[in-house]
């Protein structure tokens, strides 16, 4: 009955206002729990706290104001600023995390040891319940020492295990609202000691705070009067009047920030602004005046102020010492009294102003700096055409070019100046300028490179152009050609512009397609293709054509599109090339056009004194293997065919022995002494081109190609027909009859072999075996191969043999 009495009485009371503070480390769930006490749903992607924010709820007669504060670890000192106004703190921790423990440990130990929180009452929230991993109560307890300290402190305790989680408001976590609730009764409780001491603690703060603001007044007054004493020393020094305070409040008229401005007003204060502003420029000139000639009757009259003021503080002093000048003590940069008369001594203890001085010194003229001329195209053709470099531009080409005296002297004598330009200016339309790669009527009066043809021409400005970039700029844009690749080996690449030139000029003439009929063949394609001739350019010669149609810049140009130039399909078409036809001269060309090709790609040159050895050597090494390619490939031994034999023995699929071996060794060696490769002829056929007989060259060639081939060698009497050679795996299956007899063929093992007529449709597990690429030529007498499938059924012929 007593209880229902009190209960009403309550009712009737009015809440009271009171402070909590919910503390804790970051992370622990403070913000979510407030949400909770004040009935808002919590955001699942809530920010950490920065600072402090509070939250106003009502619970049990209290009208509670939350104390929200961040719980990281930089804001954890102003935990304290609010100590002092709570009635009871809520410390949150996160069940979940073991490892904090150690750390909310001395956090609350922290706080509970505060004067201001000592004796106040503590609701511990072990937050998260709701996780699986979290903390027994018991543990909590004993990992937060909580009733040590909180005893120490006489501090009530109380501790709930809570999930923020379950539900907000009026369905919030059970356990939490118990723990609100005797957090509440037990302020409730002492609240006629807690009441005196928040309002003194209160009023503490308030006195603390405001002297804090009252000192803090003060020296801002101090200061500004300072300033203020400084603003006006400048003026007496400067003669000007002092300015009417310009605080922005100015234009605000009679408190009111939306009055109507006076325009009037404004002009005048602009007016008397500038006329202050002249005024001060006046006097300062004048300062300066005076002291430029007190500088100069002390010294020299040719010394002008700005070499006066380097003099020797020790000049000054005695100088000072002479006219009776103020000393002041201790300060060396006083005594240099720049500023006349009326200076000051703080004036005078700033160091001399160079600049001002400068403006009296009579003929001294500021020398502007000159504009650095780069070196341009123009810079260079400019000089090469006089044949002579400036002094500038030579020192900019070495460090450039990293070229030395030689380099230099070649410049001047060759054209490689043209390649050497730096690409700085943009040269204008039809303008004379010759630009690295570049092709037009000035260079082509003169044109050294002219037989090199439009493919070594641009080639041979590629290299220049990867010289003047340091070899840097072009290769990116090259990556994937391989030429441009072995050029970035420096070991390989000697730095002597002359050497490197004419190594390059000989093999590209050596192995460049005639030109004379390049441009010729281009303009025909150029037709066929619909390519137009531009009509803007007045010039209609083949070499400008050429270029404006297939834009020919040796720069840009990448290996495949130089390739596809000279070796297009369709070009390879009209020469009668193709990989594909039946022809087996058109494939014998083809084939030889592609090692050309291949050849292009690795220039050389091969006189010897001039080729650095490792070039040499693998450009020895690239030919030979070339060779021994074409070799073997076509007169049936090659190495793959020879190892895969020996695989195929291994797995079981054909007899191998010694002996066997040795015959394939003699084969391979005796045919590779006696067939020339179409690289060879190749050769010999460049040197009968290069002798003027070009225009019959597809002729010459095809017949030296075909003498060759056709024409066995004298001391192998036994070599088989030469077309062989050079025919496919397939012709030699449709031809096997020739070579192979249905007669038994003894072996050197005694042992009666049936040879068998194999036609194309019999090989067929030949093809399918992928054994079919790697057919030897056949020879009854003793190039004997045998294969044999494991599961063919030799029950009607015994063994196959090849
Ligand atoms: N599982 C679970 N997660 C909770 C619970 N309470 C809070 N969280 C999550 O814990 C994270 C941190 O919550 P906050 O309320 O921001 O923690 P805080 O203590 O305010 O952190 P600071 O502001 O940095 O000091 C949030 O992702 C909440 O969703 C809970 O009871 N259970
Ligand atoms: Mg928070």
């Not at 404006?548 to 399909?569: I, T």
Request: proline letters at 4%.
């Amino acid at each position: 009955m007593g209880n229902c009495v009190s209960l009403l009485k309550r009712k009737k009371e009015p809440n009271k206002a009171i402070t909590l503070a919910i503390i804790g480390l970051d992370n622990a769930g403070k913000t979510t729990l407030c949400s909770v006490f004040t009935g808002e749903t919590p955001d699942p992607d809530i920010a950490p706290t920065v600072g402090f924010r509070n939250v106003k709820f009502s619970h049990s007669n209290f009208d509670v104001t939350l104390f929200d504060v961040g719980g990281g670890k930089s804001i954890r000192p102003i935990w304290k600023t609010y100590f002092g106004e709570v009635f009871g703190i809520m410390y949150v921790l996160d069940s979940s995390s073991r490892a904090n423990l150690l750390e909310a440990r001395e956090v609350l130990r922290d706080a509970l040891e505060h004067p201001q929180i000592s004796g106040k009452p503590i609701l511990v929230l072990a937050n998260k319940v709701d996780k699986d991993d979290h903390l027994e109560e018991v543990d909590i307890v004993h990992g937060l020492k909580l009733e040590e300290t909180a005893n120490a402190n006489n501090c009530p305790s109380h501790l709930v295990m809570v999930s923020a989680l379950v539900g907000v408001g009026t369905k919030m976590d059970k356990e939490l609202q118990d723990g609100l609730q005797w957090l509440l009764e037990k302020i409730r409780g002492s609240l006629s000691e807690l009441e005196p001491r928040v309002a003194s603690d209160i009023r503490a703060a308030t006195e603390r705070r405001d002297k804090e603001r009252e000192e803090r007044k003060a020296r801002v007054q101090r200061q500004r009067e300072e300033r203020e004493k400084e603003e006006e020393r400048e003026r007496r020094r400067l003669g000007t009047e002092k300015e009417k305070e310009d605080s922005e409040d100015d234009d605000i008229v009679d408190g009111n920030p939306f009055k109507a401005l006076d325009m009037d007003t404004l002009k005048q204060k602009e007016q008397r602004l500038k006329e202050e502003k002249r005024r001060k420029q006046e006097r300062m000139r004048e300062l300066d005046l005076e002291d430029g000639r007190f500088r100069r009757s002390k010294d020299d009259s040719s010394l002008g102020y700005a070499s006066g003021v380097r003099r020797s503080l020790d000049d000054y002093q005695l100088e000072s010492r002479a006219g009776g000048r103020e000393e002041s003590s201790g300060n060396n940069y006083a005594a240099l009294n720049l500023f006349g008369r009326g200076a000051n001594s703080r004036a005078s203890a700033l160091p001399p102003l160079e600049p001002l001085g400068s403006r009296v010194v009579e003929g001294a003229e500021k020398k502007k700096p000159k504009k650095k001329k780069k070196l341009t195209d123009y810079h260079l053709d400019d000089r090469d055409e006089e044949g002579e470099f400036g002094h500038a531009e030579k020192r900019d080409a070495i460090g450039r070019l990293g070229l030395n005296v030689h380099d230099l002297d070649s410049l001047n004598r060759d054209h490689d100046v043209h390649d050497l330009t730096p690409r700085v200016t943009k040269p204008k339309k039809n303008n004379k300028v010759v630009r690295a790669g570049r092709i037009d009527e000035h260079e082509e009066e003169d044109d050294p490179y002219r037989d090199l043809g439009v493919d070594g021409r641009s080639r041979y400005k590629n290299l220049a152009s990867l010289r003047q970039n340091n070899y840097e700029d072009v290769l990116p844009a090259k990556r994937g050609n391989k030429d441009m690749g072995r050029l970035n080996n420096n070991d390989r690449f000697p730095r002597d512009l002359e050497r490197e030139n004419s190594l390059y000029r000989n093999s590209l003439k050596k192995i460049s397609p005639p030109n004379m009929t390049r441009f010729e063949e281009d303009e025909e394609d150029d037709k066929d293709e619909g390519i137009e001739e531009d009509s803007d350019n007045g010039s209609d010669d083949a070499v400008d054509k050429y270029r404006r149609s297939r834009n020919v810049n040796g720069v840009n140009r990448n290996r495949k599109s130089r390739d596809q130039d000279v070796y297009s399909s369709r070009d390879r078409k009209l020469r009668g090339q193709s990989r594909d036809s039946d022809d087996e001269e058109e494939r014998d060309d083809y084939l030889s056009h592609s090692i050309l090709k291949d050849t292009m790609r690795f220039p050389t040159s091969p006189t010897d004194d001039e080729v650095p050895v490792d070039f040499r050597k693998e450009m020895e090494r690239l030919r030979n293997r070339k060779v021994n390619d074409y070799r073997s490939k076509h007169n049936g031994i090659d190495s793959d065919n020879y190892s895969s034999s020996r695989q195929n023995a291994q797995r079981g699929m054909r007899r191998y022995d010694d002996d066997e071996e040795d015959k394939l060794g003699n084969a391979r060696n005796r045919n590779a002494r006696n067939v020339r490769s179409p690289m060879e002829d190749e050769e010999d056929f460049n040197s009968v081109r290069h002798s003027g007989q070009s225009e019959t060259r597809r002729k010459k060639k095809k017949n030296l190609l075909r003498s060759n081939k056709l024409a066995p060698s004298d001391d192998d009497e036994n070599e088989p027909p030469s077309s062989h050679r050079f025919s496919s795996p397939r012709m030699v299956q449709e031809h096997g009859s020739r070579n192979t007899s249905d007669a038994d063929t003894p072996t050197r093992h005694g042992r009666n072999v049936r040879t068998t007529h194999i036609h194309r449709q019999d090989s067929d597990f030949g093809m399918k075996w992928g054994l079919a690429e790697e057919l030897p030529t056949v020879d009854s007498n003793y190039n004997v191969t045998r294969m044999r499938h494991p599961n063919f059924d030799d029950s009607d012929g015994g063994d196959v043999v090849f």
